[in-house]
């Protein structure tokens, strides 16, 4: 039977060096070593997404029904919010998602151009990798919060074990967000893996909460992300690949195989981003 999928998290290997864009360099190597860690079989796969044409055919080769492309703005990298629409408004099977670093003097500025102006989707926001680091419960971040909250539109919040530092990727933390903004949906790009039953203890209580456990799910201890997601979690879990860092139709393999009960997979697999996003399968 032929899925409805909804990739949270994708981006092709072209848009930067650390994505593995240019073989022989250190980044390209590092790319291979992280996908080897989450257990891709093939290490190289990603040099296939070299230019978008192969990108976008790799992601209907696989079945995937529409793939997010998220960019990054960090004091180290970024992916301009022009450069994510550029490669996703030509193709139907792409969405596009807006990142911004807060800690920018034109942080709120631009979160109003990339969503009025651009049509971005979302926001996506990575504070522990912030110059300074920032919890996700800083209160300098509140404002970018309250505008994607007036804007109707979800925040992306990325953390994991790729953190430099794992006291900023605390879930109690996003808890607190969900407190104060109880109708601004939050994503949590990684699960916020490593502390698996504190975010589902999170989301357990706060139902704004939404896990992309994404690449980390295939890992020690994350069976529980299953576990919660065939009970009360089912509606706040969804798909996510993290390619170029595990390979795409792999990963809809496996994860297929995790123990999902037959009636919830279309809910993660599709629906609640479908919700989310507000898109239209």
């Known amino acids: 039977m032929k899925r409805k999928i909804v990739d949270m998290r994708s981006r092709p290997a072209f848009l930067h060096d650390f994505y593995g864009a240019t073989p022989g360099t250190n980044e390209f190597e590092v790319a291979k070593w992280l996908n080897r860690r989450v257990g891709s079989k093939n290490d190289e796969h ?19 029904t529409a793939a997010v492309v998220v960019g990054r703005d960090t004091p180290n990298l970024t992916i301009s919010n022009d450069r994510i629409l550029e490669i996703t ?21 631009e979160i109003e151009r990339a969503v009025n102006q651009l049509g971005l989707a979302g926001i996506n926001i990575e504070p522990g990798f912030g ?8 209160p300098s971040l509140y404002p970018i919060y ?11 919040l990325m953390s994991g074990p790729t953190t430099p530092d794992l006291n900023y990727a605390r879930p109690e933390a996003v808890g607190k967000v969900a407190r104060l903004f109880p109708n ?9 893996y490593p502390y698996v039953n504190e975010i589902i203890g999170v989301a357990f209580r706060y139902e704004n909460v939404y896990l992309v456990p994404d690449m980390y799910i295939f890992l020690p201890g994350s069976q529980l992300y299953v576990e919660a997601a065939n009970g009360f979690l089912r509606d706040q879990l ?9 390979a795409m139709g792999q990963t809809v393999e496996d994860f297929l195989n995790l123990g999902f009960q037959e009636h919830v997979l279309d809910d993660v697999l599709f629906k609640n981003a479908e919700r989310l996003l507000k898109l239209n399968l």
């Open 46 to 64: 990603f040099i296939r997404s070299s230019t978008l044409e192969a990108f976008v055919e790799e992601v209907r080769e696989v079945d995937i």
């Open 89 to 109: 408004s030509p193709h139907s099977e792409l969405i596009g998602i807006a990142s911004v670093d807060p800690q920018k003097s034109n942080a709120l500025a």
């Open 131 to 138: 110059n300074p680091p920032l919890s996700a419960d800083d």
């Open 146 to 156: 309250d505008a994607c909250d007036q804007l109707q539109i979800p925040v992306f």
């Open 184 to 192: 601004l949906s939050i994503v949590c790009y990684h699960g916020f």
């Open 238 to 246: 969804l798909f996510g690949s993290s390619y170029p860092f595990r």
